[in-house]
């Protein structure tokens, strides 16, 4: 069966600190990826999603960049850090031409202080 | 572009009752239209989806979701309430004719489930 993993699970960093996230999926392959950014416990934002390794499709500009070196792996990351990147990371797969549910992964707290 | 709205922030229901959350989507062509609950501090866990066919649509825990073409609306029912229920429900649509997997997600609805 096929899993996803996520991590850091929590983390708490100062402003203009790097930053990586870090997402693998287990049991599938060539999965599209997506990674998510839910502010307040409410709606969900998309940031970046992938359909093949290197493929990054940016949703809104700013301030993180994503990259996909291997078929399962994606990786969120921030050269600085500012306050309004403090969410709740999620990162999700689906099957690579389906019905399009999306899997998602456990999340990552990200606080910036 | 495709959107969804969630009109309901909150929806309180006794425990045993029927519930309904609401959804209404905007897309330019066939919806796939999706739903997902989120528990405290955790990932989206998928509950169902309508592509195409049946309208009425039946998912994990209970849940049902209603199609209606004419009222772009997608609500979901449970017949009989638990609190286990309470959680925090998402909305979301896709549009393949665009090509685009990303699904697009609505703010939520919390779910309160009383004793």
């Known amino acids: 069966s096929q899993t996803i993993h996520q991590w850091p699970a929590t983390l708490v960093q100062p402003v203009g600190s790097p930053l990586s996230l870090e997402c693998t999926v287990e049991?599938?392959?060539?999965?599209?990826l997506y990674w998510y950014r839910q502010a307040a416990g409410r709606g969900l934002q998309l940031l970046f999603y992938s359909v093949g390794i290197g493929q990054i499709s940016s949703e809104v500009p700013q301030n993180l960049s994503a990259s996909r070196p291997q078929d399962r792996q994606f990786i969120l990351s921030s050269k600085k850090l500012l306050l309004s990147d403090s969410g709740f990371y999620l990162c999700?797969?689906?099957?690579?031409?389906?019905?399009?549910?999306?899997?998602f992964g456990e999340g990552s707290r990200l606080t910036v202080l | 572009a495709q959107s969804v709205a969630q009109p309901e922030d909150q929806v309180n229901v006794a425990e045993g009752n029927p519930l309904t959350v609401k959804c209404t989507y905007s897309v330019s062509g066939n919806p796939y239209l999706f739903w997902y609950v989120q528990y405290p501090n955790r990932g989206l866990q998928f509950l169902l989806k309508y592509i195409t066919g049946d309208n009425l649509v039946k998912g994990s825990y209970g849940f049902e979701a209603e199609f209606n073409k004419s009222q772009t609306s997608f609500h979901l029912k449970k017949p009989s309430a638990l609190v286990s229920d309470s959680a925090l429900y998402f909305c979301a649509v896709r549009e393949p004719d665009t090509g685009r997997r990303a699904l697009t997600f609505g703010s939520g609805t919390r779910l309160q489930v009383q004793p």
């Open positions: 999700a797969w689906s099957v690579g031409q389906g019905a399009g549910e999306l899997f």
């Open positions: 049991g599938t392959s060539n999965p599209n």
